[in-house]
């Protein structure tokens, strides 16, 4: 009974969802989506919110209590919690507010620090990936060597037909390859999804 | 004390003293608040309705930051409320000297979202500004008096749970309709004055705001009042003059501020030149209407209806009196307009001189047809009027030589229409064989075309000053659509007849290129300055008004008829209890009463109960119900009643004749004429409602409801049925009208869209679904049988167990990434199957397994997998709850989390399954950096190259969804698994015919997949 229930549950709702695909009626595209499941929607992910920080909480007074390795930087998450939900609470989430300019100045920034990290992590697994090992890897080598010439003034000056090889790259191998993935990921995820609706699959449930 | 406390401590202070110190020192707090907008005015907008006024401001320089001006108002300089907001750029601020806020037109007073209380402006305590007017029934009732409002409210509310309300005028019988505020948005607009009484006063002020979010000075409130202004004259009027039929027909264009225009009039002048009619004022103008015919007049329906007239022999109107076909070519015409509230009409138009033509010279008649559009909710239709219109958009020169051309065209087409081929002849100047022929049998909308070098715009001996000509043809399919599924059955193809479109390509020497010109010619008619004007009539509605005016290039309109979804009434007025009395203003009147029994305790808006209900085609007539059944049941008696008041008072009248003073009779007579007329019509109406049919079966019902069902169930689809036409005009005075879409009767068709229950579109993904359901319960089924299934190793797979012994081994523990998708992303459900294996194993060999998720609704299902893992093997002392936690949902947060934690634990083995996007590189870097063997699985295509440089094995795309059967060997994953092969198998083998058939121009397998 503990599993029947939500089993069920998803098996209606996927078949309600797969009939939404092919069923342009206003039961299903108004009445259903926008005046049942959207609100319903939107009312249940503050739970969730709710219990992620709850979780999220537990994890790290457990730490402190604990006093497992680093357990002082705990301190730091309630302090940030608690700091950015009274700022988000009291003052209002609007721009000039506290809330926003902790988002704009300090969020923003560690995220764009983050994010420019990438460009040397690229560089790095560039490397290891264009180290000409195999002839695979030394195929690898020269169709990004060629690619990414193409992409800069220098390129042009080699050779002038070095932007139509990089595009014949891009557009026929590297795309019949991208399509394949695809084709098979569509597949897949329309082998899960039946799986999942006819019970087959049910670890989603939390286990067998 | 530890440098961690201090370091605490120091964030703590430093979060406290930036969120109680956010703003600058107090001198520069009271600067902010001296510091107003100047020059602020208040004007009535000119030529308006009046209704709107024109708020302006000089705004304050870009050094002030300032994001936004609020604009509050009010009918008392002591309380304004907000109204609306002007968003500024806070770097560059305002270029121009004065903004301008237009109140014009009806704006939200009263809805949802209005503050429940009389609350004053963020940081502005005890001022004159204040957030918005509340749900306050004693204040909204005190305002309402200098407004017009009216509410638009959602039909379900309105239907069933309006209460019925009466108010407390005690004269007043009529039975409301009450809402609560939060059941309607409530509009108001301005009034403009009434003649003998004080204007209304409306009251305004700005106020600025920083990018601090810092309300600066509020501007000493201006006032004024808007005024109802004399309709502007029509800018253009068009007379055409056809003379084999002795036909006048005219054209007129509207002022821009139309919106309380009533009705036209135009009139023909004794010949007078232009330069004389400019030269004359408005007085000498209208002095010359007195030697002026009244030609024609009609209404205008603030500029939605029809914006032409036709008179002659077999219109509806033929030529006025003292104006025969002679004399009408030798006469000037004008137009002028009369408005809802202005006194006077509007000034005379410039002079149109009626333009000589022929029948011939008019553009085609509209063919066209209305059908609804197929595969949709049922809230469109579609008009079309034309094949479709294929047309030439740009040229680029491929080649050095200049002797390649590659062309873009476009196709107009609806949804239903399906063309097979499109044929391009490309013809030299004045030749008759074209040099090239293109038979586009695929529309990608570009084709390539080899054109003659002495054509090439790169020919430095002569660069070519002739166009060349393009003709285009088109074979379509026919369809037919089935009105009972909404399927749409197409007949063979067919070369379209008497359709041949040409364009030119004219050399442009300075772009180096061939334009493709605007003009285009339909069988040697050009047509690309005619408009296709769409105009409809509802079913209940009298005249035709405009939808909407297409270009020559566009052959259909998709007409949204949407769902009825709110009921707009006027505002009648307020009711509100305070202590023991009923208050209700009505009408800019109090009245009050002591509370009685029934009388509900909170306030109501009261609005009109009665709503139209049918219509009646015979009588031409809406019938009315209240939505109380007790009081529709009433309708006919009250009728009654009215008549009977109506009969007493002709009796008083024709007894009070007798005994009148002579002078007194031809008053009194035409009163009586009056109250007769009135009594006829009176029971005309009784027998209406008594004898229709739907009207009698709504009173059946014996409650609110289901009386209310029913009336919704009538009158809900007969407002969405409408009938069209099409008018093609040249926008001059050329214009031909579509024949009337009528039935032999004489009756209009009317056409309502229908919901459709099956995407026929779709068809095919349907059946490949089925196939493939089917494909999975035969594998499942020989699975379950026994039969060996053979599947492929997958290295990342084999290796999870050998990762896991490492870990163990080495006594560290193991991460598991479910990437950044939600629970309604597939990658993250098949990464559930895989965390339930590892999880497992982890438990077995009690090797700590750490999970930190990144969406909060998947953390509670990951933790219960990991619980039902560690319970399954017998472990569940070793389970910890906090192992597997939520950890943000703020993309480079969660990689810093996973990162840090990656670097403190020592990680021996990382798991990243799921769906991944610029993450994925920064953690599986800083994976490799520590050490940890690293499996990766993902279908996000982007990702995979960095997870197969970084990590030591990579399941790519579907490997991630077969995971959970390969680890498992379960027959009915298995099984799925190997349905899946054969169905991409299938799928192949359409490719590969497709490919091959396409080549040799056979395009059926292609069209019969859809394209979305």
Same mark, same amino acid.
């Given at each position: 009974m503990k599993k029947t229930i939500p089993l069920l549950i998803v098996i209606v709702g996927g078949i309600i969802w797969l009939a939404w695909v092919f069923v342009p009626h206003r039961y299903l595209q108004d009445v259903f989506y926008y005046d049942f499941y959207l609100p319903w929607a939107r009312a249940m992910a503050p739970f969730g919110m709710l219990l992620g920080v709850m979780s999220l909480s537990m994890m790290h007074f457990s730490k402190i209590r604990r006093k497992a390795p680093k357990w002082q930087y705990s301190f730091f998450f309630f302090a940030g919690f608690v700091i950015t939900s009274l700022a988000g609470f009291i +003052?209002?989430?609007?721009?000039? +507010?506290l809330y926003m300019w902790l988002f704009e100045n300090m969020q923003m920034p560690m995220s764009a620090t983050m994010f420019a990290l990438l460009a040397f992590y690229m560089a790095s697994a560039a490397y290891k990936a264009f180290r000409a090992r195999s002839p695979e890897a030394t195929v690898l080598l020269i169709a990004a060597i060629v690619v990414m010439l193409a992409q800069v003034p220098l390129g042009v000056k080699i050779s002038k037909h070095l932007p139509s090889i990089s595009q014949w790259i891009l557009d026929v191998p590297n795309l019949a390859s991208k399509r394949g993935i695809m084709l098979g990921v569509g597949l897949g995820s329309v082998a899960t999804t039946l799986k999942i609706m006819l019970g087959i699959e049910r670890s989603y449930l939390g286990g067998d | 004390m530890k440098m961690y406390v201090r370091l605490l401590s120091l964030t703590l202070l430093t979060g406290l003293a930036a969120f109680g110190c956010t703003g600058r020192g107090a001198a520069d707090q009271a600067r902010l608040r001296e510091t107003v907008v100047e020059k602020l005015r208040v004007e009535d907008i000119p030529n308006d309705g009046g209704d709107g006024l024109m708020v302006s401001w000089k705004p304050l320089p870009k050094e002030m930051r300032i994001q936004e001006y609020r604009i509050y108002r009010g009918i008392h300089p002591d309380s304004l409320f907000f109204l609306a907001s002007v968003q500024v750029n806070v770097k560059t601020g305002v270029a121009a000297d004065t903004m301008y806020y237009y109140d014009s037109g009806y704006s939200t007073f009263i809805d949802i979202d209005s503050p429940g209380k009389l609350k004053h402006e963020k940081g502005n305590p005890g001022s004159i500004i204040y957030r918005g007017v509340p749900r306050d029934f004693a204040l909204a009732a005190r305002l309402s008096e200098k407004f017009n409002l009216y509410t638009s409210i959602p039909d379900k509310y309105y239907y069933y749970k309006s209460r019925p309300a009466r108010s407390a005028d005690k004269e007043d019988e009529t039975v409301y309709a009450g809402l609560k505020f939060h059941q309607q948005t409530i509009m108001a607009s301005l009034k403009s004055p009434t003649p003998g009484e004080e204007p209304p006063q409306y009251y305004y002020t700005v106020v600025p705001v920083n990018e601090r979010n810092k309300y600066l000075g509020i501007a000493k409130p201006v006032n004024g009042y808007p005024t109802d202004d004399r309709p502007e004259a029509s800018p253009g009027l068009y007379c055409v003059a056809l003379q084999d039929t002795r036909k006048l027909q005219f054209e007129w264009d509207y002022p821009l501020n139309n919106s309380d225009f009533r009705s036209y009039m135009i009139y023909a002048l004794p010949a007078i030149s232009d330069s004389v009619w400019n030269r004359l004022g408005d007085a000498e103008r209208n002095a010359a209407l007195a030697a002026a015919i009244p030609v024609t007049q009609g209404p205008v329906g603030s500029g939605s209806l029809k914006n032409y007239k036709v008179l002659g022999e077999g219109e509806e109107e033929p030529l006025p009196p003292g104006l025969t076909w002679e004399t009408a070519l030798t006469r000037r015409y004008v137009i002028q307009f009369a408005d809802y509230g202005y006194p006077a009409p509007s000034p005379l138009s410039s002079l149109a001189s009626p333009q000589l033509a022929t029948s011939q010279n008019l553009p085609l008649q509209a063919k066209y047809w209305v059908e609804d559009k197929p595969w949709?909710?049922?809230?469109r239709i579609s008009v079309t009027w034309e094949q479709p219109i294929v047309s030439l958009t740009k040229t680029t020169t491929l080649t050095k030589k200049g002797t390649i051309l590659k062309i873009n065209y476009q196709v107009n087409k609806t949804d239903a229409q399906r063309i097979n081929n499109i044929y391009f002849e490309f013809f030299e100047p004045g030749a008759k064989v074209p040099f090239a022929r293109i038979n586009e049998f695929y529309q990608d909308n570009i084709i390539r075309v080899d054109i003659p070098e002495k054509y090439s715009l790169r020919n430095k001996a002569q660069v070519p000053s002739d166009s060349l000509m393009v003709k285009m043809t088109i074979a379509v399919k026919p369809y037919r659509l089935n009105p009972k599924n909404g399927r749409l059955n197409y007949g063979k193809t067919e070369l379209v007849k008497d359709y041949e479109l040409v364009q030119y390509l004219k050399p442009d020497p300075v772009m180096m290129a061939y334009m493709p010109t605007k003009e285009l010619f339909r069988n040697g008619v050009e047509i690309s300055s005619i408009q296709n004007v769409v105009y409809r009539k509802s079913y209940r509605g009298s005249a035709f008004s405009l939808v909407k005016r297409n270009t020559?290039?566009?052959?259909?309109l998709d007409v949204t008829v949407p769902y009825v979804a709110t009921v707009n009434q006027g505002v009648a007025g307020f009711n509100f209890i305070k202590g023991d009395k009923l208050y209700t203003y009505m009408n800019g009147k109090r009245f009050s009463r002591k509370v009685e029994p029934g009388d509900k305790a909170r306030g109501l808006v009261l609005v009109s109960s009665d709503i139209d209900f049918t219509y009646d085609a015979e009588n031409k007539t809406v019938l009315n119900t209240s939505i109380f059944r007790d009081e529709a049941a009433q309708k006919i008696a009250k009728l009654d009643k009215d008549l009977k008041k109506s009969k007493d008072e002709l009796n008083v009248k024709l007894a009070t004749l007798k005994t009148a003073a002579p002078a007194l009779l031809p008053m009194l007579q035409a009163e009586i004429e009056g109250l007769q007329g009135g009594i006829e019509k009176q029971e005309q109406n009784i027998k209406l409602y008594k004898e229709n049919k739907t009207f009698q079966a709504a009173l059946k019902y014996g409650s609110n409801r289901s009386m209310m069902r029913y009336v919704a169930s009538v009158r809900e689809p007969e407002a969405r049925q409408h009938t069209y036409m099409v008018l093609k005009t040249n926008g001059e005075g050329l214009f031909k009208e579509s024949a009337p879409d009528t039935l032999k009767t004489g009756e209009y068709v009317y056409y309502g869209p229908k919901s459709n229950w099956f995407d026929w579109n779709k068809l095919l993904t349907l059946i490949a679904v089925l196939i493939f359901g089917i494909d999975v319960v035969v594998f499942v089924n020989l699975a379950k049988r026994g039969k060996d299934l053979y599947l492929r190793p997958i290295a990342g797979l084999e290796e999870i167990d050998n990762a896991i012994g490492r870990a163990t081994e080495m006594g560290r523990p193991m991460l598991y990434c479910m990437g950044n998708g939600g629970l309604s992303d597939v990658a993250t459900l098949a990464s559930m199957g895989i965390l339930q294996q590892v999880a497992r194993k982890a438990a077995e060999y009690d090797t700590k397994l750490i999970v930190p998720c990144y969406d909060y609704i998947v953390m509670p299902i990951a933790q219960e997998i990991v619980r039902e893992a560690h319970y399954s093997v017998g472990r569940?002392?070793?389970?910890?709850?906090?192992?597997v936690f939520y950890l943000t949902s703020a993309q480079f947060a969660y990689v810093a989390g996973v990162n840090g934690i990656m670097i403190r634990e020592r990680m021996a083995t990382n798991f990243f399954m799921g769906y991944f996007a610029a993450e994925a590189l920064l953690m599986t870097e800083t994976g490799n950096a520590v050490g940890a063997v690293q499996i990766a699985g993902s279908d996000a295509i982007t990702q995979i190259p960095f997870f197969i440089t970084t990590c030591d094995y990579t399941l790519i795309g579907e490997e991630l969804y077969a995971a959970s059967a390969y680890l498992n060997r379960e027959p009915m994953l298995l099984g799925t698994l190997k349905a899946q092969d054969y169905f991409k198998f299938l799928i192949l083998v359409f490719v590969i015919a497709g490919a091959l058939l396409a080549t040799f121009q056979v395009t059926g397998l292609m069209q019969l997949f859809p394209l979305k």
């Open positions: +003052g209002g989430t609007q721009k000039g +507010g | 949709d909710k049922g809230d020559a290039f566009e052959n259909n569940p002392d070793s389970f910890d709850k906090n192992n």
